[in-house]
Every structure is written in C-alpha cells, then in structure tokens.
C-alpha cells in the first residue's frame, strides 16, 4: 500500500506570495491532519479534515487554510507568506481520525520564505 | 493548556549503552504514540499505548504508558547508530487533534 505522498517536496517563495502544498494519503483513510514543523517549536497542529470538513483547527493566523476532496485528498495554503512560515510542513493521515489516534505522515514539504 | 514535556532534550551515546527517554504531562489520555523522525522525513510511527501499565517491546525498543496514563517512557537496550534521529511523543487531545512534545534528539557514535 503506498504511502502518504506530499508534493512539492521543496519550495522557496517570496515574502508576501501566496503557496498550495498538497497531499494524498493512503487508501481508505480519511482523515488528514496538517502540522508545521520549525526547530523553535516543533510539531503544532494546523488543522484536521474528514470527509472533506474540516473538525478542528490549531492556533494559525487566517492566512493558513485547507480543504480536502471527495478522494480524500487535501490541500492547504498559505497566503501573503512571512519570513516566519519557512518551515516543513507535514500531513498525516489516518484511518478514522486522529481520535482513533495512530497517524502516518508524508515527507514533508520545506518551504523556505525570502 | 495540555503539554506534553519531554526529557532529555539531547542524548549523545555511544554504540552499546542504554538509555530511556520520558515524556511527561499533568493530563490524562486515552493513548499515547511515539515516533521516530529522521532528517528530511516525517515521523514515522513506532507504537501506540493504550493501557495504563502497559509495556510494548519493539526488538530493542521497551515502550511502556503510565499507571495513570500520563506519562510515558521510551528505553532502547544496545545502541544503535541506526537508532539515531528525533524520538517524538504525542496524544490525542479529544476533538481530533493531537499533540506533540517537543522531541528528543538521539545521536549514537559508532
């Protein structure tokens, strides 16, 4: 079974651009989380999709948002970007939802903001 | 605000010694995972605990969840320089969303 796949896997943008990362989880799971990983504050939650709505968001500024598809795929984007959004951002996917709590992650999408 | 506080926050050993590695929270839940996350890469699922008390082994790798599940510890016997990378801890917090703690970062020298 193939795993959970993020692309692009790079990125470098400019300060005040806006960016789409995507991700396509296993088959058969539907739920799809977002993390944003930076070495002074590690994993924190972004938000969290099942069956195309979205049923919790963490503590991000408006400027990040997400959707996912009727396939179970999800994107989220960042708008007007900040020198402080480079980071890795993850998506992970489970079977039922993180209340079923076992998450697999993709590898990642670095994005670096100049 | 629910935490989840890991220790150390580095651990540099050489190949064949023992170590364990906490993670500790004034919260309750109902499951606890760790991870393993390699440069460039996600985290990759280790185990999940459910059970207070409970003990997983994973060859060299003891998991074991806390009587009042809210702590948790990560003991490897022997290792490895293939056990190097950033050991992570994290818990369902209700609400679909998780928590992670902030990682311990392992390094073994052959």
């Known amino acids: 079974k193939a795993g959970v796949t993020q692309t692009p896997r790079y990125l470098i943008k400019t300060r005040g651009q806006q960016v789409t990362l995507s991700c396509s989880p296993i088959?058969?799971?539907?739920?799809v989380s977002w993390y944003q990983q930076t070495p002074g504050q590690g994993l924190q939650f972004l938000f969290e999709y099942f069956s195309e709505t979205q049923r919790n968001k963490g503590n991000f500024p408006g400027r990040f948002s997400g959707r996912q598809f009727s396939n179970s795929r999800s994107e989220m984007n960042v708008s007007t970007l900040e020198l402080g959004d480079s980071a890795l951002y993850l998506c992970?996917?489970?079977?039922?939802?993180?209340?079923?709590?076992?998450?697999?992650f993709g590898p990642g999408t670095r994005l670096t903001v100049t | 605000t629910q935490l989840l506080e890991q220790s150390p926050q580095f651990l540099s050993i050489q190949e064949g010694e023992n170590l364990t590695v906490y993670c500790n929270s004034s919260?309750?839940?109902?499951?606890l995972q760790w991870y393993r996350q390699e440069p460039g890469e996600g985290p990759v699922l280790l185990v999940t605990v459910v059970t207070g008390g409970e003990v997983k082994k994973l060859k060299r790798l003891t998991f074991q969840f806390g009587d009042a599940r809210k702590d948790s510890s990560l003991h490897i016997t022997a290792a490895q320089p293939g056990d190097t990378g950033l050991y992570l801890c994290?818990?369902?917090?209700?609400?679909?969303?998780?928590?992670f703690g902030a990682g311990t970062r392992l390094f073994v020298k052959a």
């Open positions: 994290a818990a369902n917090t209700g609400g679909f969303k998780t928590i």
């Open positions: 919260s309750v839940f109902s499951s």
């Open positions: 088959s058969g799971h539907r739920s």
């Open positions: 992970a996917s489970s079977l039922i939802g993180t209340d079923a709590y076992e998450q697999y």
